[in-house]
Nanobody, 126 residues
């Protein structure tokens, strides 16, 4: 069992930056692939980024590649999402999630994840 708690969301102007954190409970955090998703009102949950259990491999959606960076600190049971050059269309609730799946084919799919945080709101003003 893994419990996830996101933090770091807020209101930022376009072009600004935010760093989201996701703190995980449980001794097996380092065995999970971690992902970040977001969901805007009226839209489906969208994959953003994922990182392997070791942190050695990362994968990004095209919409955020080059602007967002995912990282993890297994000693702190925490995964991060650094978001730069934010745009109004980045406004959404952001979620972290955990899965034991490692395949890059399926980690882009929300259904592949077993555990989810409650989400943190990010609002980007124009």
């Amino acid at each position: 069992q893994v419990q996830l708690v996101e933090s770091g969301g807020g209101l930022v102007q376009a072009g600004g930056s935010l760093r989201l954190s996701c703190a995980a409970s449980g001794r097996t955090f380092s065995s999970y692939t971690m992902g970040w998703f977001r969901q805007a009102p009226g839209k489906e949950r969208e994959f953003l980024a994922a990182i392997s259990w070791s942190g050695g491999s990362t994968y990004y959606a095209g919409s955020v590649k080059g602007r967002f960076t995912i990282s993890r600190d297994n000693a702190k049971n925490t995964v991060y999402l650094q978001m730069n050059s934010l745009k109004p269309e980045d406004t959404a609730v952001y979620y972290c999630a955990a899965t034991r799946v490692a395949s890059t084919i399926v980690i882009v799919t929300a259904a592949s994840y077993d555990y989810w945080g409650q989400g943190t709101q990010v609002t980007v003003s124009s």
